[in-house]
């Protein structure tokens, strides 16, 4: 159906004082927009309990409005969002599983 590759500190394109890098993260087309994305997505994040970021292109608007939408109900934090040559950059802290 999918998968997610996370890369662990120190990892290339990682930011200072992050543990993890969610650096690919993929779902088949037929099962997009069926809630298989977000429930893989928060079981993939749970498995890596700590600082964790990831970039998502700019351009790619139906992956920001994925991330937008999944990232604040995995955790209770505001996730800040920074934007870098067009692409957007989140940051943010998961709680063990």
């Known amino acids: 159906m999918g ?5 662990q500190a120190p990892f290339p394109f990682m930011s200072g004082g992050i543990r993890f890098r969610l650096a690919e993260f ?3 087309r037929s099962y997009r927009r069926s809630g298989v994305g977000r429930s893989a997505a928060h079981a993939a994040l749970a498995a890596f ?21 999944a990232l ?8 800040p969002e920074a934007s870098f040559h ?5 940051t943010f802290k998961t709680a063990a599983a």
């Open 86 to 90: 067009g692409d957007v950059h989140f």
């Open 26 to 28: 993929f779902i088949l």
């Open 49 to 69: 309990p700590a600082s964790l970021e990831l970039t998502v292109l700019g351009r790619n608007k139906p992956a920001l409005a994925f991330w937008r939408s």
């Open 72 to 79: 604040p109900q995995f955790t209770t934090a505001p996730i």
């Open 3 to 7: 998968f997610a590759f996370f890369g």
